[in-house]
């Protein structure tokens, strides 16, 4: 896998500081380290606090303690790989550069996408995605009967991590968005001190964690009677989901996923309302690529992972979100978030 990377990307070594790559690729589940990766030999560069976790985690790695003095150890490391070409990740930080840069000013800087990597889950992978989808799903049936007027936002947001903590999850993918009434019209509306009145819509966006694989769920509820405008927004995101999700399998272009769902709901006049792209991977981080967008033309391929989570937002009015995560396979999907997508009145 290395030595492919480092060949693709054109570059004798290639520097990886995201912890998530680090992770997938050494094993070390630790932060503040980083790989240094040579089509010889393999490095982990770390700290005392890391050393031995490192050693333990990181097996064929060669764990070097840095003591501080970064951009020293690379700097030698690349002088003794004969490496003039390093290959770095976006997120290097201008800082951490001109520090390179002054130790071997020689060095030629490239960014390489170690991201990509990640995009083909393992199986053993899509299984920990699955049961985070499994936490995720099972701390939402436990806080349902607690959806009801006169609660605020807050409190439900509390007790929906606390239920999926208690159901395994390492700590919440994300901040929990709860949003209700009027709010329902902002896509990422996180909870706050607003109470849950009759007639309100309240849209539940959350994601549990295991082993470090995230999960993505979003539903919508509603509380009392609502209208029949608002039941017709339910429907019509509810019948996209289902559109997309009947459709979806591998050979399929990301940026064409996005445009048939955008299709579905011009046909019932709601397209203008469906404001953000129809879904995103998610691994290790919570959002990955490919995206289901009208930017990304990647082919889909068996063993990723996409979410399918149209929406439509009416200012001053509400919205309706419905959100699974899923795996892509040959002939179809594999839906891993499986709470019931039914129309849901309390
Ligand atoms: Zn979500
Ligand atoms: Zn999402």
Request: hydrophobic share 40%; proline share 2%.
């Amino acid at each position: 896998m290395i030595t492919e990377f480092l060949k693709e990307n054109a570059v004798e070594a290639a520097f990886i500081q995201k912890d998530e790559n680090c992770r997938y690729i050494s094993g070390f589940t630790g932060s503040d380290s980083y790989l240094f990766l040579t089509a010889e030999e393999a490095y982990l560069l770390t700290d005392s606090r890391y050393t031995e976790q490192a050693r333990e985690e990181a097996a064929g790695f060669a764990v070097v303690d840095c003591a501080g003095k970064l951009a020293d150890t690379v700097a030698l490391l690349m002088k003794k790989h004969h490496a003039v070409r390093l290959g770095v990740e976006s997120v290097l930080s201008y800082r951490m550069y001109l520090a390179f840069h002054e130790k071997m000013p020689e060095a030629v800087f490239s960014f390489c996408d170690a991201d990509r990597l990640r995009q083909i889950k393992s199986e053993e992978e899509i299984a920990k995605i699955a049961e985070a989808c499994r936490i995720s799903d099972e701390g939402f049936r436990r806080i349902v009967p607690l959806i009801r007027k006169g609660r605020t936002e807050a409190e439900l947001r509390t007790a929906l991590e606390c239920a999926m903590m208690e159901a395994g999850s390492e700590g919440k993918s994300f901040d929990t968005i709860v949003a209700s009434g009027w709010r329902s019209a902002y896509p990422h509306g996180t909870a706050t001190k607003k109470v849950i009145e009759e007639g309100d819509l309240v849209t539940f966006d959350f994601g549990a964690i295991y082993e470090g694989y995230h999960s993505d769920i979003t539903r919508t509820v509603a509380v009392g009677q609502i209208t029949e405008q608002q039941r017709f927004l339910y429907d019509s995101v509810l019948d996209c989901v289902l559109h997309i999700e009947s459709l979806l399998k591998a050979g399929e272009r990301a940026c064409d996923v996005d445009r048939k769902a955008r299709d579905f709901l011009k046909g019932k006049g709601l397209d203008r309302y469906f404001t953000h792209a129809l879904g995103h991977s998610v691994g290790l981080e919570i959002h990955e690529t490919p995206v289901l967008a009208p930017r990304d033309k990647t082919i889909l391929r068996a063993g990723m992972i996409e979410t399918i989570e149209p929406g439509v937002y009416i200012p001053g009015i509400g919205g309706v979100r419905i959100e699974d995560t899923a795996a892509i396979q040959d002939d179809g999907i594999l839906i891993l978030t499986k709470f019931p997508k039914d129309f849901l009145c309390v």
